[in-house]
């Protein structure tokens, strides 16, 4: 039998591109969802018929009871914010028992790692990155050096409870002396994540096992990323970044497929550009018009509500996100954000010292000498949501999305009208390489 067709979805920005929608949307097609990245810090927000779904560690796959969900090894997971969505899920009627399975190789988040990212974070003279405090780094970290705590480990109560005191006993030491924290009980943690991994266990198996086989039967796997390129541990706008492999690469990494499994790199971008927390931001708009784009999107963070800072397209930055990730479809999403505007600028390339540049910097301090050079395109002033075909576009808009697939060499195979899953515009060519049911048969 042929192996199965794969798809990876990458945010081509910082992140909240509306890649949790686009997941939900591919799902009807696709036979399971991983999730390859991040911890709960990352919120997708899915609206099924008017009803909000908010997702942090569960994939979006989870919304169709046909369709597997997967949380590969690369994910750090959170026991307790793991049940507290599944209760939640369960809650709303969604069948996610037999539908979810955890890697017995992600990293375990325990109280500890918040304890000291809450210090690092706050300590005097250090550079906030804009972290959401949920012990997302520090976990990473124990991953990398190898002092981490796995869920197979987590399972294992002896092993647990010797980890937790000495861990605590480490943790406890230099919290105090950097960060002056109240210490943490070690035996209150070892019996509360001790009945957490009983609740746990019914979910556990080898997800690379599981993966493989599912493509040896023919089953479609679609990958989903966390965060966005501009946020990933190596190519994203370092220090200002998240701690694992928000690109394409981490698909592979982080859920022990190998890297000729992958078919297709989807590329999430929005109409326009959004960051949340500190760090480069090019196109960034910090006048009335970003507040308005601010609105209009409702771009406050889905696990946070912080809001987010907004700016106009960056081309430049899109081209970098197809190169790293190897994007061939990109999805637009929010396009009718800009339905109120007669003229829309786009950041076409950056100059430094006068001079163009097709280079990213690699320093966060190399986009303090960024100037965009914008192009104004003609708005099309008016409402888009809600439309289901290319034609039905305004003329400006297609140009808008013919521009978009010009200068960055991607073909735009999907564009996002409203947050309903029904809201969503697929191209022809698209549908037919991914195997996804046409709009008509949607309709």
Not at 206 to 223: C, E
Not at 293 to 320: C, F, H, I, S
Not at 410 to 421: C, H, K, L, Y
Request: include cysteine; charge should be neutral; proline fraction near 5%.
């Amino acid at each position: 039998m042929n192996r199965g067709k794969t798809a990876v979805i990458v945010g081509a920005q910082w992140g909240d591109e509306g890649k949790g929608k686009i997941v939900d949307v591919l799902t009807q097609t696709f036979s399971v969802v991983a999730r390859y990245a991040g911890g709960h810090n990352a919120g997708h927000t899915v609206i099924v018929n008017g009803k909000k779904f908010i997702l942090q560690l569960v994939p979006g796959g989870i919304l169709r009871p046909e369709c597997t969900s997967v949380i590969g090894n690369g994910v750090v997971l959170d026991p307790m914010a793991l049940l507290k969505e599944v209760a939640s899920l369960r809650d709303a009627g969604v069948k996610v028992d037999g539908n979810l399975f955890i890697s017995n190789r992600a990293q375990v988040i325990l109280p500890y790692h918040r304890m000291m990212e809450l210090g690092s974070e706050n300590a005097p003279g250090r550079v906030k990155i804009g972290t959401t405090s949920r012990g997302i780094g520090p976990s990473y970290e124990d991953k990398m050096g190898r002092r981490g705590l796995r869920v197979a480990d987590l399972l294992d109560a002896k092993l647990l409870r010797t980890h937790i005191e000495n861990a605590c006993r480490e943790k406890n030491m230099i919290a105090h002396a950097l960060f002056n924290s109240d210490p943490l009980d070690a035996d209150k943690m070892f019996k509360e994540y001790a009945e957490a991994a009983e609740k746990i266990a019914p979910f556990v198996r080898d997800t690379a096992l599981l993966l493989n086989q599912a493509l040896a039967a023919g089953k479609s796997v679609v990958f989903e990323g966390a965060q966005g390129t501009m946020l990933d541990i190596d190519h994203g706008t370092y220090p200002f970044v998240t701690s694992s492999s928000a690109t394409s690469g981490g698909a592979v990494t982080g859920t022990g497929v190998p890297p000729t499994a992958i078919d297709t790199v989807i590329g999430i971008t929005k109409a326009y550009c959004t960051r949340v927390g500190g760090g480069p931001f090019p196109s960034e708009l910090t006048d009335a018009q970003g507040e308005d784009l601010r609105k209009r999107g409702n771009e406050y963070g889905a696990v946070t509500g912080r809001p987010r800072r907004t700016g106009w397209l960056d081309l430049p930055l899109l081209r970098y996100a197809g190169m790293i990730n190897g994007i061939s479809w990109l999805v637009v999403t929010k396009l009718d954000v800009l339905d109120h505007l007669k003229e829309i600028p786009v950041c076409v390339r950056y100059k430094v010292n006068g001079k163009e540049t097709a280079e990213v910097p690699a320093q966060a301090c190399g986009y303090e000498s960024i100037e965009c050079v914008y192009r104004n395109m003609p708005g099309w002033a008016t409402p888009t949501q809600g439309m289901r075909t290319v034609e039905e576009l305004p003329k400006a808009a297609r140009e808008y999305l013919a521009f978009i697939e010009k200068e960055t060499g991607a073909r735009v195979g999907m564009i996002s009208t409203g947050p309903d899953r029904e809201q969503t515009i697929l191209v022809p060519d698209f549908v037919s390489q991914l195997g996804l049911k046409s709009p008509a048969a949607r309709a």
